[in-house]
């Protein structure tokens, strides 16, 4: 499926099997298949084993007769005699950052079959077989790569590069330029070939066969060596050039002209503990250092290690170029100090945008930048290796927002650090929608059968996409959840599926119609459970008022203020089957996109609904409010305004009067977002040693918020999202709910009556010192149980 351009990531692994690459790039596109390695052991490296056919053995990777490809990141091993990559007869290929070993068969990696211009490079060969460039290549390039016991053979294979390499091949040739392959540069490499521990070399048993590098007569024309640096400790030849062996370094300059710059010393080689990709560094005082010539052709961009040349200034520059290009595969790094700027919100973007930053400042001199990040989003599945520097994400929810990040300059060849996780907290943007229906067990809506939901029966009703938005991208849900023709006294629980259950959200009677808000925080499931909590049948109606995501608006919360009273002097109750425009545009500014009102039906004649819908629009088929004759009832409505105005619908034969509290909008310059946090209970007058508030009296509560660093340094509520319920009260009353502070407004949030449970959903600011207060207007007592659903806090600034 994969086309020119595309990128193939394949996750940590072991995968027993052969791959054949088919598909081909373009020049400009190629394609990539990139392993995704990262900070671990072996079992994060993308291992591709090989399967034994019934006449022999493939390839654990075959390319044949393609084109414009890049193999990156593989770890390539297995059994039988066939080769871990074979390149056969392509052209334009690239083996990037490979380990490849097979110690049955002639070559780990084969180039075969008149490919052209195929790179090797930033690859380990282990113990074993090494690299093989087979007669009628053209143009192969192995650069920056390091041969562990193994080595290169170029044969029949013109114009083959061999630049900035490290080998160590305990007494085995290691880089043999055999057949007719002119035209060969072999600069700025490492050969190391005698035997014994790295830095106490010795020599070999058969000098003969410890020759670093070895080229045929019919290759000698236009071949080049020089800059390469060789340890002489194995007592064999440094050259076989032609037919004659050089052991003197000075001879062989005077008799080829070659290897001017070359030097035989000890390099200085260290090998490291990293397994599965193993690498030798070279130490600070090694000959290699700031010597090569970094005007060669086929230098590798970076070293094997992914890490930029750097100019090391104790030593003095004597190579060519920039003068500062080590020899061997791995460039000596000077001290660094990295510096961590921890996840934060990005202002001017989405509310769920974060932005992170990692620097590095080195002592030395580079010609690019150093290290690289590992770096694990909480809401992705698989890491992203970058190199340093700041990176943007935006998450797919509110809530806890964290990265998982190590930092390596060795390309995560070896590391001892644990990740650093960094925390904070992201909030939602509101878009209100038109009343819609989306479950009505009556009527089937919803995908659930015209029956009513039975005792402890649960329902789960999927909503996405919302206007095109995927349910993983949404935050939370507004519904309006309504209990009709109930058997019996009980409740619904409302809660994302996966998510705690322990709150109620809408309470009812035997018969009774109830309405209730209720804000659901959305999971990974994206589906919101409905529960029946009754010992009898139930049917149930949801409408979407609207939704939180990283699109939409702004919040502003206001001390609830009476907007709208008909019992007052000079009003009038609704009429039967009428309705009236709510003008707010003098209490809400221009350009807000929605309202939160806390509605109340009072004084009903019989009984009906009120629809709050947007002004200019038609009235839906929804409701937000059910009432009966002589009921008080309230809920709270997000409704989208028009111009600052809503419209209100009295659907009934009946009058009945209206109050209106306003309890802030959306949008109009309005920037408090949304944090799901629940739905979770956070007061019960009925546990411990509560006891019910008594006449006339009040509570304060702290709102609780999400404080992933531990250290009360997450943002801080502005609002309280929360489910109210009264229940047991001695007397009829009202429930309000308002900010901390010296005034007390009047507004009501829940009214009830005697023995009574009821409900409603609210916004509240949070007041002084982060509080929220509870007043019993009543002379008698009453229970109290807030389920709070999440909170508001400040927009990143």
Known sequence: MVRPGQTVLVRPGDYRESVVISRSGTEGAPITFRALNGPGSSATVVKVGKRRGAIGSESTFTLRGVHDVVLDGFLASGEGTAEAVLVDGSSRITLDRLVASEYDAPAAVRITGASQDVTVSRSAFRSGSGLSVDPGVRGALVTASTFTQSGITVRDAPGTKIVGNTLETDCTLAVNVTGASPGVSIRNNILETATGALGDAEACGVPSEATAIAVSA??????????????????????????????????????????AHDIAANPGLRSTDATDRPYYEIAPNSPAVDSADATAEGVSRTDLLDNPHADDPAKANTGTGSGYHDRGAVEAQGPVTVKELPIRRKAGGTPLDVTVELSVATAWTTDGPLGKVSRNWLDEEHRRVLPLGSEDHRFRRAGRACEAH????????????????????????????????????????????????????????????????????????????????????????????????AVSSVNFVAGETVPNLVTVPVLDAGRVVIVNKSSGTVHVVADLEGYYSAGGSGFRSVAP?????????????????????????????????????????????????????PFGTAVPVASNLNFVAGQTIPNLVMVPVVNGKVAIQNVSSGRTHVVADLAGWFGGGATDVFVPFGPTRIYDTRTGEGAPLGPYGWGALAVPFLDPRGDKSAPQPTALVANLTVTAP??????????????RPTASNVNYVVGETATNHAIVGVGEYGLVVLFNNTSGHTHVIIDQAGYFIAAAS
């Open 218 to 259: 019919e290759s000698v024309p236009q071949t080049v060596a020089d800059y390469n640096l060789i340890e002489p400790a194995s007592g064999g030849p440094l050259y076989r050039w032609g037919a004659t062996e050089y052991t003197n370094l000075p001879e062989f300059v005077a008799a080829t002209g070659h290897g």
């Open 730 to 743: 001695t007397n009829a009353g009202v429930l309000t709910i308002h900010p901390n502070g010296p005034d």
């Open 561 to 613: 203020v009476r907007v709208l009273d008909t019992r007052g002097a000079g009003n009038s109750a609704f009429a039967p089957n009428t309705g009236r425009t709510l003008d707010l545009s003098g209490r809400v500014p221009s350009g807000a996109t929605a309202v939160v009102l806390n509605v109340t039906a009072t004084e009903p004649t019989t009984s009906g609904v009120l629809t709050v819908h």
């Open 406 to 501: 190590q930092v390596s300059f060795n390309d995560f060849r070896k590391f001892r650090e644990s990740p650093v996780t960094t925390c904070i907290v992201l909030g939602a943007a509101y878009t209100p929608v038109s009343p819609r229906r989306v479950l009505d067990t009556r009527a089937g809506i919803g995908g659930y059968p015209t029956v009513p939901i039975a005792p402890n029966q649960t329902v789960e009703l999927s909503l996405s996409p919302l206007n095109g938005v995927p349910e993983r991208d949404v935050s939370a849900v507004v519904l309006n959840v309504t209990a009709t023709q109930p058997a019996a006294a009980g409740f619904l629980q409302v809660y994302p599926a996966g998510g705690p259950a």
